[in-house]
Nanobody, 125 residues
Framework: QVQLVESGGGSVYAGGSLRLSCASS????????MGWFRQAPGKDRRGVAS????????WISYELQGRFDISLDNTKNTLYLQMNNLKPEDTGIYYC??????????????????WGQGTQVTVSR
């Protein structure tokens, strides 16, 4: 059973930065795709960024391009999300996900099989 454990969340002021980490209990390269999602209170879980592990091709949600970046260190079996110039609307629980690819968009939660428990990010004005 694959376990994904997120860390790095916290509370910051607008304009600040955070880097989230997702440690996998298994080899990250065994998953074709890994991604980050977030869920704000009362809203659906939405894709933030994803990466294809075999060649490091990345996808970033359009409205987050220029502020967020995803990266993968296969030697550490760890996925990262660098978040810069954070805004209050970035507040939510951030989840890490992994999977073989199930025929959906890489930013669609249905693409993924394994999920972490999430880490809270709170951005204040």
């Amino acid at each position: 059973q694959v376990q994904l454990v997120e860390s790095g969340g916290g509370s910051v002021y607008a304009g600040g930065s955070l880097r989230l980490s997702c440690a996998s209990s298994g080899t990250t390269s065994k998953h074709r795709y890994m991604g980050w999602f977030r869920q704000a209170p009362g809203k659906d879980r939405r894709g933030v960024a994803s990466i294809r592990t075999g060649d490091d091709v990345t996808w970033i949600s359009y409205e987050l391009q220029g502020r967020f970046d995803i990266s993968l260190d296969n030697t550490k079996n760890t996925l990262y999300l660098q978040m810069n110039n954070l805004k209050p609307e970035d507040t939510g629980i951030y989840y890490c996900a992994a999977g073989p690819g199930l025929g959906h968009s890489t930013l669609d939660p249905r693409q993924y099989t394994y999920w972490g428990q999430g880490t809270q990010v709170t951005v204040s004005r």
